[in-house]
């Protein structure tokens, strides 16, 4: 027997007649449910922008004003077997409304996901029996995590976010060709030696669903990630981070870490075509994790400071992997720097991140890739962003962050724990660390001095060919004058004439520096938006990249005797936001062997500047690596193979895949 439920939202809708008095309305929400179904919300979403509100919440209904117009609406209701979402479009509100919602109109989004042998992966599966909750169903994989969206096509809006968690049953109506929902999922058994499996799926408008993942889709990622300095001896772990991806803007992102410290990853998401209208992809990037002792220090309240000492665990992150044409592809796309106003927002739409294809130009396939991650020096995103002061919204405060880029696209947060910085404003020496630095521009701060500011940021925490490798950012800015924002490098690469990435070349003429910089300008903006309650303005921020003037030089490692470099511009790898605008220098004059630094200055329009130096940077003859069989450490070589998998007995000329005695294998590159 089916129940009637009525909910009455006591909603006043607010209506200028011609006379030009109000009429009042209200929205009726009539839920037509089996005993035990749980209303969780009642999404309402105007129209007219990609803002909504939770009518109804666990906690009973609300009392809301809402403004005329068209709208779309999403139930979402528990039961014991699963979540159901009824999904209305189009729905006119001008008087009185009543909405039914019959949920038997869900039904179950019937995915089957299966492992590249062919057998379907499953959890358990939990119910009531005789009023307990118990497992139902035995499953065969430990864990199932995962993300999905009810996501409207024409401006981004995500209706809902659903965590898909170890028993994923959804259950959802036939909705309008204006939505599609789709989803990720990751199955895993959490130990040490357990694979990762990734699908995607999804479900149109018009009723048709992708329900089982092809396993000729299977591609195996297998990576690593040299620890650094401060976390060579600590503990390690790995983990993913998936994100869905629509029309190469992010709609949702899920990160799981996991036990080990060895990433293999099989992927069954594959890029769809660049022509096709709709694009649903996933990408997913490895996380690696180690434990850094860092020590803390705090004032004693007598003119001192007390510090100790504690574990943390710092995570780093690989670049964003695509699966397509049946490959790998190592997409940089900068997603993860860490500003309040991410400068990877889309200019025309602050709500997408546009994330993929990212910065072409950087991005690479596996077999392009040879040398290994974590094994150089990165350089420093300092990117200032702004935040609106709350005790005056005139003023806007800035915000800073530094972002440690490798040269592969691995974003390396655990060396910000290790940072030195020093700061001077005014010619005066400000006492801080870096956590300082974002609470000395922290709104809540009353007597910051505002003027010629200096940044200085010394990081030691990578060691190259034995050698302590160390990023030295100086950053100038005049926080008096209406342009107070500091061009940045956003991105670093050697390529050799094959234009496989590498920073180790035979001669000088074998390669030469791609980089990318920038003079992004957080800009704000008011915008006016309509919700069901009311019209809100609001302030948002842009970033405008604008190109400095670039100065690069070139020094043997160590040394100050400084070579200017000849810069040229490639116009066309332009990207306006996250890189900015991209240049090679030329280094073919190079005629002494041995590593090499390299020094960026980027000034802009109003003297403000940054100037970073990366030792070592490359290197030019003989490696280290490719002479003899390779040794790290306590581990040997016991396996080496050509690229295409064939066994060999001795180093050969090319990319030679070596495998240790501690199981970990490593790419290397034999003159």
Not at 156 to 171: E, V
Not at 290 to 301: A, I, K, L, N, R
Not at 340 to 360: K, T, V
Request: glycine share 8%; hydrophobic share 35%; charged share 20%.
């Amino acid at each position: 027997m089916k129940k009637f439920t009525k909910f009455t939202i006591g909603a006043t809708l607010l209506l200028a007649s011609i006379s030009g008095e109000a009429q009042q309305a209200t929205i009726t929400i009539n839920t037509i449910a089996d005993p035990g179904f749980e209303m969780s919300s009642i999404v309402l979403a105007p129209r007219t922008t990609n803002m909504h509100i939770d009518m109804v919440n666990p906690w009973g209904s609300q009392v809301f004003t809402v403004l005329p117009g068209t709208y779309d609406l999403l139930g979402e209701y528990n039961y014991a077997n699963g979540r159901y979402y009824i999904l209305k479009d189009n729905i006119t509100i001008t008087n009185d409304t009543t909405i039914t919602i019959d949920v038997s109109e869900a039904k179950l989004f019937d995915t089957k996901f299966y492992s590249p042998e062919g057998v379907e992966l499953k959890t358990d599966k939990y119910g009531f029996v005789e009023g307990n909750y118990v497992r139902i169903e035995e499953g065969n994989i430990g864990s199932c995590t995962g993300h999905g969206v009810f996501y409207r096509k024409a401006d981004g809006l995500r209706l809902s976010d659903l965590s898909i968690d170890a028993t994923p049953q959804i259950y959802m109506n036939d909705f309008g060709k204006d939505f599609i929902y789709v989803d990720s999922r990751m199955y895993y058994n959490n130990d040490a030696n357990g694979d990762v499996y990734i699908s995607k799926f999804y479900k149109d408008g018009d009723g048709t669903s992708c329900l089982q993942n092809n396993i000729g889709d299977y591609v195996c990622y297998e990576g690593e990630i040299l620890p650094s300095i401060a976390g060579k001896d600590g503990e390690k772990s790995k983990g993913v981070s998936l994100d869905l991806i629509y029309n190469g803007n992010l709609i949702a992102n899920s990160v799981v870490n996991l036990q080990g410290n060895h990433a293999k990853i099989w992927s069954c998401s594959p890029i769809e075509p660049e022509n096709k209208d709709s694009r649903f992809d996933v990408l997913f990037k490895p996380v690696f994790g180690e434990q850094q002792e860092v020590t803390y220090s705090y004032p004693d309240g007598e003119g001192g400071t007390i510090e100790y000492k504690d574990n943390v665990l710092c995570q780093s992150y690989g670049p964003s992997v695509a699966i397509k044409d049946g490959k790998e592809h190592f997409i940089c796309n900068n997603y993860f720097i860490n500003t309040p106003n991410d400068f990877l927002r889309n200019p025309n739409n602050s709500y997408l991140q546009s994330i993929y294809p990212g910065a072409s130009v950087f991005s690479y396939t596996q077999d392009e890739m040879l040398g290994q991650f974590g094994d150089n020096v990165p350089i420093n995103i300092v990117v200032e962003s702004a935040t609106v002061n709350f005790m005056n919204p005139s003023e806007l405060l800035p915000v800073f962050n530094c972002n440690f880029v490798g040269r592969y696209g691995e974003n390396r947060r655990g060396d910000i724990q290790s940072l030195q910085m020093t700061m001077k404003v005014n010619g005066q020496p400000i006492d801080c660390d870096y956590s300082g630095l974002s609470n000395y521009y922290a709104p809540w701060t009353f007597d910051r001095v505002i003027g010629e500011t200096e940044l200085t940021f010394d990081s030691q925490n990578v060691l190259v060919d034995n050698i302590k490798g160390h990023n030295r950012t100086n950053v100038y800015f005049d926080e008096s004058k209406d342009d107070h924002y500091a061009p940045t490098l956003t991105m670093l690469q050697m390529r050799d004439n094959n234009g496989n990435l590498t920073d180790r070349f035979t001669t000088a003429q074998d390669g030469k520096v791609m980089f990318s910089c920038g003079d992004f300008n957080c800009n704000k903006a008011s915008m006016l938006v309509k919700t069901p309650v009311s019209e809100i303005e609001y302030s948002t921020f842009y970033f405008k990249c604008e190109s400095p003037v670039v100065e690069v030089s070139v020094a043997p490692n160590g040394q100050e005797d400084w070579l200017a470099l000849t810069t040229t511009e490639d116009t066309e790898a332009f990207t306006p936001y996250g890189f900015g605008h991209v240049f090679d220098a030329n280094i073919s004059s190079l005629d002494t062997d041995g590593w090499y630094d390299l020094k960026f200055k980027l000034t802009d329009a109003a003297g403000n500047y940054q100037e970073q130096i990366i030792s070592p940077a490359f290197r030019i003859g003989d490696a280290q690596t490719g002479i003899g069989n390779v040794k790290v450490g306590n581990t040997t070589e016991v396996a080496r193979y050509t690229v295409d998998g064939r066994a060999i007995s001795t180093p050969q000329a090319g990319v030679n895949i070596v495998k240790m005695s501690d199981g970990s294998v490593k790419k290397v590159w034999v003159k």
